[in-house]
């Protein structure tokens, strides 16, 4: 067969530009041995228990005294619950009780966050974390030994802006004084969750009776948990206890963060 230089040449201009085009291909550019980077790992949790079938009857009917001789269809609607309006129950979920005695006024409310981190290069529990360190501050905890940064141990003066509600002070507080050595001022908690705090705060508006609120506020994995529980005395005189309400506080956050590792 004859020779067709002009072929040849042909073959050969068409051979160099497919040997060059792994210029223009990325995969050309990694070099052996080159990290990769992965993203954070997602947290435990993808989803949230039913907030007002978390909390046991028998805990509701400890936490809302009085209920017990209430007639069965009033209180069947108190134990119910009345769920928090939420657009994504995936995210964040709530649940509020309500229940009226002779003697005081209990609410009781209960809030799931599950926190999300959209960066890929911070976990869902690095993320969560940093929210619940932000309550946390929020919360204005006294350092050990002291007070809060906003509250002096004899509360605030009359007349300042904070004279008609406050957080409960470290001693002076009938409700809150130490007993048996026993610290029931706003504090860091241990052994439950990742991280936990209580609050404790005791406030008055005008003439009307005093209600103590107990926060506990905990952090499992990327979840965090909120506990809410608040008595308004009938009397003006009466002082909620402190030692009783933060240790049901506290039992209900141990029983909901015991919930959420099952």
């Known amino acids: 067969m004859a020779y067709v230089p002009g072929v040849a040449l042909l073959a050969a201009l068409v051979a160099g530009c497919s040997a060059g085009s792994g210029a223009d291909d990325p995969a050309a550019d990694s070099k052996p041995g080159s990290p990769t980077v992965s993203a954070a790992p997602p947290g435990k949790y993808r989803t949230l228990p039913e907030s007002c079938r978390a909390v046991p009857r028998s805990t509701l009917k400890d936490l809302l005294p009085g209920t017990a001789e209430l007639p069965e269809e009033q209180r069947e609607k108190i134990y119910e619950g009345t769920a928090v309006v939420t657009y994504d129950t995936d995210r964040k979920v709530g649940c509020r009780w309500k229940a009226d005695a ?32 932000q309550r946390e501050k929020d919360a204005e905890l006294p ?5 809060t940064p906003s509250t002096s141990a004899t509360g605030p003066a009359v007349g300042s802006p904070s004279a008609s509600g406050s957080k409960a002070p470290a001693s002076p507080d009938p409700g809150t004084t130490p007993s048996g050595g026993a610290d029931l001022g706003p504090r860091l908690l241990d052994g439950l969750g990742d991280a936990a705090f209580l609050d404790d705060a005791l406030t008055r508006a005008g003439s009307s009776a005093q209600h103590r609120t107990v926060s506990v506020v905990f952090r499992t994995s990327n979840v965090i948990v909120t506990v809410n529980y608040t008595e308004q005395s009938a009397l003006v005189t009466e002082v909620p206890d402190s030692r009783e309400l933060q240790e049901k506080a506290q039992a209900l956050a141990r029983k909901l963060a015991e919930t959420l590792s099952e």
């Not at 005081?104 to 999300?116: H, P």
């Not at 350092?143 to 007070?147: I, K, Q, R, S, T």
Request: proline share 8%; net charge negative.
């Open 143 to 147: 350092a050990p030994g002291g007070v």
């Open 102 to 133: 002779p003697d005081a006024s209990r609410n009781l409310s209960i809030d799931f966050e599950r926190v999300v981190s959209y960066d890929p290069a911070v976990s869902d529990d690095d993320r969560a974390d940093e929210v619940y360190s």
